[in-house]
């Protein structure tokens, strides 16, 4: 099947492979990756020095093109070292990816 027609979640499972399962495998662990994502898409897009989450406001642990070279990397699933900095986010937030 071609990557085009690749659900999100199969996606996921394709780059949790390629991450050796640093990024976990179960469908809970995806719902928690998509919530990293949405905020990786807001850090892309501005160059504040904080962001904000469910009403607490943070400082940002990675740059804006990183988190937009996170997203590339997601999007094309590729497991880089930089996609790898996902995981300062989810600790920042405690969130298990």
């Not at 996921?12 to 390629?18: A, E």
């Not at 995806?30 to 990293?36: A, D, H, P, R, V």
């Amino acid at each position: 099947m071609k990557k085009e027609k690749w659900s999100d979640y199969a996606s996921y499972l394709v780059l949790s492979d390629k991450s050796n399962y640093q990024l976990g495998c179960s469908f809970p662990r995806y719902l928690n990756f998509k919530k990293i994502k949405e905020v990786l898409n807001s850090i892309a897009f501005t160059d504040k020095s904080t962001f904000t989450v469910n009403g607490e406001t943070l400082t940002r642990k990675i740059t804006s093109n990183d988190a937009k070279t996170i997203l590339k990397n997601i999007d094309e699933c590729n497991w880089t070292t930089t996609t790898k900095k996902i995981f300062l986010l989810s600790n920042q937030l405690g969130i298990l990816i």
